[in-house]
Structure formats: C-alpha cells, structure tokens
C-alpha cells in the first residue's frame, strides 16, 4: 500500500517528480466515509477550507459569502459621492484598465449607474500610446469635456501625478482597484480597495478579490443607499444578480485566487451567463464557437483572451462597448472584430514567446528577458508560457523606440511578485510599477533591465527557493483504469469551480497500455490508453509533442504506464465520454 505520502510509489515520473498526495493528506484520512461526500471533503480540506465552510462551499451562493460593503474603508464615502452625481444629474465618467477585469469592472458600473437614472461614459486608455493607469492629460481632458466625477477601476491606487492633476482641475476621483497599495496614497474623494494597509482584518481577508468584485460590491452599497433614500420610489429598483455574469467573468481571466466570495461569483455567475442576458456575452460566446453552458475554464481560455484582444493589439474600449451594449447587431460586429484581433494576437503572441523562450537565462528568482520590437500586448502571456516553462516568476519586457521599456510579470504559487516590483520601485529602479501576488506590470529605462533583473533576481530567490523545494505532482485522487468515468467526473465537479487557489483535482490512474500515440494541432500530443481491466480513455499532453516527456510516451510501446492530470467529460465527443489532460505519467516497471 502506498504511504500517505506517495501515490503509486513513483518517486521520478517521466517529468522528474514524485507523486505526492495534496496537503500530505491521502483520500479517507479522517473523513467520515458519507459516499461522496468523502471525497468532496477531501478536496475542501486540501485546499484549506475550514471544516465548518464544507456546507456552503459545495453551493456557494452570495447569500452565504457576499460581506457588508462598509467594512471596507471609504466605501461608504464613494457610495454618498455617487448617490450626490446621481441627484445632481452629474456626468459620471469610469475610467478602465484595458484587460478583462477592467473591462467588466466598467461595465458592471457602467450598467447599474444607467439603471439608476444616471448619465454615464467611460474612458479606456490605449495600451500602446498611453499605458497602464490613469493619466493626467487624460483626466483634465476629461474635466474639461465637462465630467464632474471620474471612478477609475482597476487602476489608480499608484496613480499619484495624475490625481494631483484631477485635483488641481476640480475633477473628483473614486478609485475602486485591488491592487498593492503603498503607505501613501493619492488624492482621492474615496479609494477604495481591499489591500491598503490600513484596511481592518475583516476586510483585508478579501484581498484576493478582483477589481470587479470590488466594483460590484460598490454597486451594493450605492443600491443600499439609495433605497433609504427613496430613489426607487417612482423607478423600478435593478437586480443586481444580473451583474454576476460580468463578475465571473472578470475573476476568473484575472486569475484571480477562486475561494471565498469569488467561487460565489463563479458559480452564481456562470448561471446567468448560461441565461445569456446580455446581450455582449452572449455574442462573445458564439464568437468564441461556444454552444453549451459555459464552465469556469471557458472563462479563462475562450472568452477572457478575446476580450483582452482588444486592449492588446486593436481598440482598447471594444470590451466595454461589447458588455454594455443592448443592441444585438452591434453586439455581433464587436464579437467578431474581437475574435480577429485575438487570432491575430495568437500570431504575435507565437513569434515573441519563441523569442523569449531563446533569450531566456535561468535564475534562481525571477526570469527577466527583454527584446526590442516585442509587441507590449502580449507580453504578459508571454511571460505566463515562459513561467509554466521555467517554473519560476518571469518578466517579459518590450523595449520602446524612445529607450524605455514595458513589462509585463507574472508569478508562481507563493511568491509575491507584485510586492517586489513596488520594492524596485522604492529603490528608484523603476519609472513606474505596481500589481498584485501573481501580476505585476512596470515601466523601466532600457539601461537599467540588467539592475532590475538582478534585484528581482536576489529579492525572490528564497520565495522561489520555498515554493519549489522538494518538487513534487499533487494528487487528489488515484484509480484504476475503470475509475477515470463520467460518475468519477460529476463528483468532481460538485466541488468547483476551479482556478487560482483552488485547483482543479489532479486524479492518478493506471496501470495502462499505449494503445495510440501521435501529434495533432499545434505541436499536442493525443493518446489512447488501455487498462487490463477494460477501462479505456483518451489523454491529451497539451504543447507536448516535442518535449522529453512526449518523446518517452511515444516510445512507450507496450510498456505499463501510470498516468496523472485533470479528467473532464470529452466535449467533441459528447454523451458520457470522458478524457484525461495529461499532466505527468510514469512507467509502471520503474525504470
């Protein structure tokens, strides 16, 4: 029997890391042996839940997670200075971040304010011209077309000279960002956001929120208000579980940790999405060739990159535009430009990780590769495959014709990304920077990337060192070949959504046979599996073709294997069928 901390008693798979089971905890240790139920909460408690959450983490409704907005400093103050632009018939500007939490950050204030009565607008910035953040051209030129109060989203709490600049004009501001904040902040009406460190514990525990839930849940307030004021005396008050659909989807493409509240806006959220209420989302998901209901992946891996396709190499307003719109045929036209610009964006985004991937030196705390030419708006997905590849955090930089350079970061589990960049910026390393644990963008001199990478590169070296030691593949669950069928796939299931920090259950399985393996798509590997106990199964090795992993398993022949990585219902298939993506597979002979 395998101990409690080995699954299969493989020490060195295929991709050189043992099997280990999640948390060190195997299936059934201290569970209550309640059918599934046992294995769901095994998967709560591998994830840290607290036992006395396992009722209301199998429905997460908003009832059961949503919190008291006040908790939050200076929320109540943004709901007043909104309920006054209302009354006074103001006009109401939400300046947003080009990616998708900005976008559906807008668009959840955009929608409840004109529901209320209000006269709203919105201002997106171009990645390109202008860069990440609010401006202070931007935001005079704003007062003086006439805005009388700018709610910046996802953005603006490192925004300190273009809120000065605001000030100076007369233009009051609200921020509603998540991203880290410094001792100081800017000037602003109200900023509200769950990680300045002056807020309490009991608000700063949603941290983890995105920029959207943050704005959602500043439509709460403002609709609480309201109704003591009697503004939905002679209107129809809105229902703001329409929003959700837009919460959801900013959470999940934000990579945004799926615990908490968030798994309520995921799971409540991707109902109403499946409504298909709005009228945007609902072109987007036939754009993006989704007919069934969508899952919480198809937020990250369908729709969320076609909204971010705009910001990145075309219109950075479109997103808003599409998820605010009430008109069907212009809904479509958007849907579709956005889907071209994101096949386009896939070519550009294929040429710079190659050259990345080339250019990149190991390191023992962040991967730092710069190249002229790169396009700014893919660099952070760029810096995303190469820190998949390299398993440490990585930034990607482009430099500019004028001799700066833009950068994009992203992050492994359980190092801070975003706080190092503030501390590069603290040292004067930076023309500017900011983000959050696992994102981080920034602005440097050209001269200066070798400084930067070298203090990143100290700074996150034992972070780096802590969370990859003694590497290991976790296990939620081992079965034989049979076990891999759709009842294993519902109970599964009953357990999401699954994303950031909250990970999608990882089953071992075998011992099979390669009954087939060959190259599909671009560079996939496709396999079909059979066990001596008659259980057959397809598994896809994702960009596996040509690695030593993919080599091994073509190679296999007849050889028994073990196998490890996500079961899911096989879309193309349909009915029952289920497939594996492959993670990890080793040779049952152990050699």
């Excluded at 401006?135 to 007062?143: E, F, M, N, Q, T």
């Excluded at 009388?148 to 600049?165: M, P, R, S, Y």
Aim: with cysteine.
């Amino acid at each position: 029997m395998d101990s409690p901390r080995s699954v299969f008693g493989i020490s060195h798979s295929l991709a050189g890391q043992r099997w280990a089971w999640r948390g060190g905890l195997a299936p059934g240790d201290g569970l209550d042996g309640r059918g599934d139920d046992e294995l769901l909460h095994h998967l709560f408690r591998t994830r840290g839940a607290d036992p006395a959450d396992f009722a209301r983490l199998k429905s997460p409704t908003l009832r059961d997670w949503l919190p008291d907005p006040s908790i939050f400093v200076d929320m109540d103050r943004a709901a007043e200075r909104l309920a006054e632009a209302l009354a006074k018939d103001e006009l109401i500007v939400v300046y947003g971040d080009y990616d998708v939490d900005g976008a559906t950050s807008a668009a959840v204030l955009i929608r409840y304010l004109r529901s209320v009565g209000g006269k709203v607008g919105h201002y997106i910035p171009d990645r390109l011209l202008e860069g990440y953040g609010p401006s202070a051209d931007a935001l005079v030129a704003l007062r003086q077309a006439g805005a009388d109060l700018v709610v910046t989203v996802d953005c603006g709490t490192q925004g300190f000279a273009a809120l000065e600049a605001a000030k100076d004009a007369g233009l009051d501001v609200i921020v509603v960002d998540h991203h880290k904040a410094s001792t100081a902040l800017p000037p602003a009406i109200a900023l509200v956001n769950p990680n300045r460190l002056d807020e309490a514990a009991d608000a700063a525990q949603f941290g983890h929120l995105a920029a959207v839930g943050m704005a959602f849940l500043l439509a709460v307030a403002l609709n609480r208000l309201l109704r003591t004021r009697g503004w939905f005396a002679a209107r129809e008050e809105p229902n703001l579980l329409r929003l959700i659909d837009l919460v959801a989807l900013g959470t999940v493409a934000d990579v945004a940790a799926l615990r908490g509240l968030n798994r309520a806006f995921v799971t409540q959220g991707l109902k109403v999405m499946a409504r298909r209420e709005n009228i945007g989302m609902a072109a987007l998901a036939d754009a993006a060739r989704l007919s069934r209901a969508p899952v919480a992946r198809d937020l990250g891996f369908a729709l969320g990159p076609r909204v971010n396709a705009g910001g990145r190499v075309g219109q950075a307003d479109l997103g808003v535009k599409l998820l605010t719109t009430h008109d069907a045929g212009e809904a479509a036209a958007i849907a579709a430009q956005l889907d071209g610009l994101n096949q386009e964006r896939r070519a550009i985004e294929q040429a710079v990780t190659e050259a990345a991937l080339a250019g990149a030196v190991t390191a023992d705390g962040c991967v730092v590769v710069a190249g002229e030419g790169w396009h700014p708006g893919v660099i952070g997905i760029v810096a995303s495959r190469l820190k998949e590849r390299m398993n440490r955090p990585a930034i990607v930089i482009a430099i500019q014709d004028d001799g700066t350079a833009k950068g994009s970061g992203r992050s492994i589990t359980g190092v801070d990304l975003g706080a190092a960049v503030l501390a590069a910026a603290d040292h004067g390393l930076l023309i500017a920077g900011g983000g959050h644990a696992m994102a981080a963008g920034l602005t440097v001199a050209a001269t200066r990337i070798g400084e930067l990478a070298a203090f990143l590169d100290a700074r996150l070296a034992a972070a780096v060192a802590a969370a990859t030691a003694d590497r290991a593949l976790s296990i939620d669950a081992a079965v034989a070949p049979r076990g891999l069928n759709a009842g294993l796939v519902d109970v599964l299931e009953t357990a999401g959504p699954y994303g950031q920090g909250w990970p999608a259950p990882r089953v071992a399985a075998g011992p099979f046979t390669i009954a087939d393996a060959r190259i599909v798509g671009e560079n996939h590997l496709r396999l079909q599996l059979a066990g001596a106990d008659g259980g057959r199964i397809k598994a896809m090795a994702w960009r596996q073709g040509d690695s030593d992993m993919g080599a091994a398993l073509q190679g296999a022949g007849r050889r028994p294997i073990h196998v490890a990585g996500r079961v899911k219902r096989d879309d193309w298939a349909g009915g029952n069928a289920v497939e594996l993506e492959l993670d990890d597979a080793a040779f049952a002979d152990g050699r």
